[in-house]
């Protein structure tokens, strides 16, 4: 079943006791809402399709704008907010609210949906004297989201962390809470750099985000996407703030897997003693190992800008692209011979060649090809040819003087 199916057509009736102090809604990626809960819903006094038609409208005036534009921020940022507004209840009146958003992400880090939690503090809120952000209780939301979630006060000193926090590391919430305990979870590799990064944003106020290791119960350590916004009060000042760490293990895992198997391709595309380079399907180069650059004397400006082309003989630049066409269009392997010029203006011959990559389908998807230094060989095979048309000559000619003598002898011996 979605979850959007959990939704009914009509609101709870207005005699409902239902509590509307864990108010839940989810929206699409886009910020479409899907899904209202029944405290929401009676809080509301509306139906799912009438929430999702104007949910705007039940926001009060003078708080729309500042609501739709850090809406907007969020959607666009894909990080958590958290919000404070007066919106419409179903008798009217409108109450204050704290609202919390936080992005849910599928495997390769997309978002897929949103999951908010809204909490009326209109009372807490009066009796604070509208300072509500240090009391706006976070715990519905924290132990339902996948991660870990933990808040500090504005000085960095952790207050609290969800279950999911105690069940990954073994920790109960009394070890957890303090200055010092953060560092010592941490990957030894990883404490001085996340030390600077956190440092950095208590001073500022800024977004806290960093790729850190930490310690699991069972003492080993696995990746996780650390992050962290700050909670202000009505004037202006940071009262908490609110993180969460993500684990992305697997895909850092899988990230570390790709670089170095890129590390390795490089080291090994420059080690070969061949420019090599790689084309599109459509035959249009976008890399070059260095040895075309040290050759060449081009950048990767020049590759992307298809001046690459320049460093061709201008006698044979046609002839070598009509063939290279010929290979794109027919998928046949491509080998041709031609002058490149140098960084020096000297013109060398290459023997290139060039096959298709296909994917499981059977379709061109790329092309790998090189450029071998043949210049020797054909300086060479030039000497070979001349030298073999030089004896062709030579033979030709004591031939012909040989027919000449033959001719004379029998001349010779008629008379």
Same mark, same amino acid.
Request: charge should be negative.
């Given at each position: 079943?979605?979850?959007?199916?959990?939704?009914?057509?009509?609101?709870?009736?207005?005699?409902?006791?239902?509590?509307?102090?864990?108010?839940?809604?989810?929206?699409?990626?886009?910020?479409? *809402?899907?899904?209202?809960?029944?405290?929401?819903?009676?809080?509301?006094?509306?139906?799912?399709?009438?929430?999702?038609?104007?949910?705007?409208?039940?926001? +009060?005036?003078?708080?729309?704008?500042?609501?739709?534009?850090?809406?907007?921020?969020?959607?666009?940022?894909?990080?958590?907010?958290? *919000?404070?507004?007066?919106?419409?209840?179903?008798?009217?009146?409108?109450? =204050?609210?704290?609202?919390?958003?936080?992005?849910?992400?599928?495997?390769?880090?997309i978002?897929?949906? =949103?999951?908010?939690?809204?909490?009326?503090?209109?009372?807490?809120?009066?009796?604070?004297?509208?300072?509500?952000?240090?009391?706006?209780?976070?715990?519905?939301?924290?132990?339902?989201?996948?991660?870990? *979630?933990?808040?500090?006060?504005?000085?960095?000193?952790?207050?609290?962390?969800?279950?999911?926090?105690?069940?990954?590391?073994?920790y109960?919430?009394?070890?957890?809470?303090?200055?010092?305990?953060?560092?010592?979870?941490?990957?030894?590799?990883?404490?001085?750099?996340?030390?600077?990064?956190?440092? +950095?944003?208590?001073?500022?106020?800024?977004?806290?985000?960093?790729?850190?290791?930490?310690?699991?119960?069972?003492n080993?350590?696995? =990746?996780?996407?650390?992050?962290?916004?700050?909670?202000?009060?009505?004037?202006?000042?940071?009262?908490?703030w609110?993180?969460?760490c993500?684990?992305?293990?697997?895909?850092?895992?899988?990230?570390?897997?790709?670089?170095?198997?890129?590390?390795?391709?490089?080291?090994?595309?420059?080690?070969?003693?061949?420019?090599? =380079?790689?084309?599109?399907?459509?035959?249009?180069?976008?890399?070059?190992?260095?040895?075309?650059?040290?050759?060449?004397?081009?950048?990767?400006? +020049? *590759?992307?800008?298809?001046?690459?082309?320049?460093?061709?003989?201008p006698?044979? @630049?046609?002839?070598?692209? %009509?063939?290279?066409?010929?290979?794109?269009?027919?998928?046949?392997?491509?080998?041709?011979?031609?002058?490149?010029? &140098?960084?020096?203006?000297?013109?060398?011959?290459?023997?290139? &060649?060039?096959?298709?990559?296909?994917?499981? @389908?059977?379709?061109?998807?790329?092309?790998?090809?090189? +450029?071998?230094?043949? %210049?020797?060989?054909k300086q060479?095979?030039?000497?070979?040819?001349?030298?073999?048309?030089?004896?062709?000559?030579?033979?030709?000619?004591?031939?012909?003087?040989?027919?000449?003598?033959?001719?004379?002898? &029998?001349?010779?011996?008629?008379?």
């Open positions: 079943m979605a979850i959007a199916d959990l939704n009914t057509e009509q609101p709870l009736p207005a005699s409902s006791s239902v509590s509307a102090a864990g108010m839940l809604g989810t929206t699409d990626a886009s910020g479409r *809402v899907v899904y209202a809960s029944p405290q929401l819903l009676h809080f509301l006094g509306l139906s799912l399709s009438e929430v999702q038609a104007q949910w705007l409208s039940l926001v +009060h005036p003078d708080d729309q704008k500042r609501l739709s534009e850090q809406w907007k921020a969020a959607l666009a940022a894909n990080q958590i907010y958290q *919000v404070e507004f007066r919106i419409r209840r179903q008798d009217g009146q409108y109450r =204050w609210v704290w609202s919390t958003g936080y992005p849910q992400m599928n495997d390769v880090g978002v897929q949906q =949103w999951i908010i939690s809204t909490i009326d503090v209109e009372v807490s809120r009066q009796s604070a004297g509208g300072n509500t952000g240090a009391e706006a209780d976070f715990s519905f939301l924290a132990e339902l989201i996948p991660q870990l *979630v933990w808040t500090t006060d504005p000085t960095g000193f952790h207050t609290y962390f969800n279950q999911r926090w105690t069940d990954f590391t073994g109960t919430l009394a070890d957890s809470v303090g200055p010092d305990m953060w560092n010592n979870l941490l990957h030894p590799d990883d404490r001085q750099r996340a030390r600077e990064i956190w440092g +950095h944003s208590l001073a500022t106020g800024e977004f806290y985000e960093i790729e850190y290791r930490f310690k699991a119960k069972d080993t350590y696995r =990746w996780f996407l650390g992050q962290a916004l700050p909670v202000y009060s009505s004037e202006g000042q940071i009262v908490k609110f993180g969460t993500t684990d992305i293990h697997d895909q850092k895992m899988n990230e570390l897997a790709l670089r170095k198997r890129e590390q390795d391709f490089t080291t090994l595309a420059n080690a070969i003693p061949q420019m090599a =380079w790689m084309a599109d399907e459509a035959g249009s180069i976008f890399w070059f190992n260095d040895r075309w650059f040290a050759y060449t004397g081009t950048s990767s400006e +020049h *590759v992307h800008n298809q001046d690459w082309q320049h460093v061709h003989h006698d044979y @630049a046609e002839q070598v692209r %009509t063939k290279f066409q010929t290979a794109i269009r027919t998928g046949e392997a491509w080998e041709d011979t031609f002058p490149l010029r &140098r960084a020096d203006g000297e013109y060398r011959w290459f023997l290139s &060649r060039a096959l298709p990559v296909l994917d499981d @389908a059977g379709q061109i998807v790329r092309w790998c090809g090189t +450029h071998t230094d043949v %210049t020797e060989q060479l095979q030039d000497q070979l040819e001349r030298a073999y048309s030089d004896l062709e000559a030579k033979v030709m000619f004591r031939t012909l003087d040989l027919e000449r003598e033959v001719q004379e002898l &029998r001349q010779r011996l008629s008379n």
